[in-house]
């Protein structure tokens, strides 16, 4: 038996934002989080803009015996997750917790517990490294230490898969509690890649912009990278009707696919079979969609190939879809990426809302869906897609709906 899928809470930390509402207030209305590092030394670095989490205090959220275990992406992560457990307002008693999976998206784990310790062992020349270096870099982190706070005793792990990981988790936990294997799962996604090594890393594939992220539009020149987390509690809907929750929206359909193709070079036919994928196995026709959530990274790249799978999955339709790229506002956040933009489609249908694609600049004719730019748009959304692809050719999409 396949049990229908309902979101039931969210929770957001990110550039715009240290909690979900203020995360949508600003969304909605083009606040941009792209300023330059503050977190990190830039006199080495030649593209300086970032999208950070400003002004985070970890003993806000944590003592300092709880916040020392913990990498700056697992503080995150955890932040993300008890505020969605609140906004569900689930118990985790009477043995759901032993029921209740944590399937976390991450990229890169602990890379400013990594960055410290290699400087202090390459360039200090330390003898040993803090006990806690491995616990706290490891890219499982995340979902280790949201179990260990939240309580949650079933299937706990995180999935690595670049640019894709969050989108990757969320649709696992969505398979999982679909199938029956668990009725509660709390997914998402959790990333803090903003270290002196890993922009150096970045700035050596040629993709970053100088200035700011403009999605589709022309002149664009590249992503800019950011960091956050965000986490949705997901239910059976048999589940969420027993406790009488709150339902927000349904997840519906989940599409995977590889290029197999180049690392780096985007495929549109890779692209196609996972947006195929999540309309078949969500029920959806192609006009069922109003909305799709874009990648929309702001590379050349990856928005043309974005445009044409597009264009080739929704065919005539494609000319009344609207897309809009939330990287214009928080940048890249690499594995949390799917998650927020996830939050931020199921926003957009609760609230009737479309974000802008903000810092346009005016049409790339190879980049003809129309984009909402620069302003949001009021519209009726039904059904939406969000995207993400990864870097080595991993795509995953998801397919949620309003929840009647």
């Not at 503080?75 to 569900?88: D, P």
């Not at 890219?139 to 230490?145: D, I, K, L, R």
């Not at 200035?211 to 539009?217: E, H, K, M, V």
Request: hydrophobic letters at 45%.
């Amino acid at each position: 038996m396949a049990h229908r899928v309902v979101v039931t809470g969210w929770g957001v930390l990110s550039s715009i934002g240290h909690d979900a509402n203020t995360y949508w207030q600003n969304l909605a209305q083009g606040v941009c989080g792209i300023a330059p590092a503050k977190t990190i030394p830039t006199d080495q670095l030649a593209q300086k803009v970032v999208a950070e989490v400003k002004d985070y205090d970890p003993l806000k959220y944590f003592d300092e015996r709880g916040a020392t275990p913990m990498d700056r992406v697992a503080q995150f992560g955890v932040v993300a997750a008890r505020e969605a457990i609140a906004h569900s307002g689930l118990k985790l008693d009477g043995g759901l917790s032993e029921q209740t999976a944590c399937i976390i998206g991450c990229g890169v784990g602990g890379q400013s517990t990594q960055d410290e310790n290699y400087k202090r062992l390459y360039g200090d020349k330390a003898k040993r490294l803090h006990p806690l270096t491995i616990p706290k870099l490891m890219v499982n982190a995340p979902a280790s230490q949201i179990s260990m706070t939240c309580g949650l005793r079933g299937p706990a792990f995180v999935v690595a898969s670049a640019c894709a990981s969050a989108t990757h988790a969320i649709g696992l936990a969505f398979h999982m509690v679909r199938a029956g294997s668990v009725p509660v799962a709390v997914t998402g996604g959790a990333e803090a890649c903003i270290a002196f090594g890993t922009m150096k890393g970045w700035e050596a594939l040629r993709v970053l912009a100088p200035d700011t992220c403009r999605p589709f539009s022309r002149d664009r020149k590249g992503l800019v990278i950011g960091e956050g987390a965000a986490a949705i509690v997901i239910e059976s809907l048999d589940h969420a009707r027993k406790r009488s929750a709150n339902i927000l929206g349904e997840i519906v359909g989940f599409g995977m696919s590889a290029d197999a193709g180049d690392l780096l070079s985007p495929d549109a036919g890779g692209m196609l079979r996972a947006i195929n994928g999540a309309l078949n196995d969500g029920g959806l026709a192609a006009s069922d969609v109003q909305y799709v959530n874009a990648h929309g990274t702001g590379t050349a790249a990856n928005d043309e190939t974005e445009t044409e799978a597009l264009k080739s999955a929704f065919g005539a339709h494609a000319g009344k879809l609207v897309m809009s790229s939330n990287k214009s506002m928080i940048g890249h956040a690499l594995g949390a990426a799917g998650a927020l933009e996830l939050v931020a489609t199921l926003m957009t249908i609760k609230d009737g809302v479309v974000p802008p694609t903000i810092n346009y600049l005016g049409p790339d004719p190879a980049c003809d869906i129309d984009c909402v730019p620069n302003e949001a748009r009021r519209m009726k959304v039904d059904a939406a897609l969000s995207n993400s692809f990864a870097f080595g050719g991993l795509n995953a999409v998801l397919a949620v709906k309003r929840f009647v």
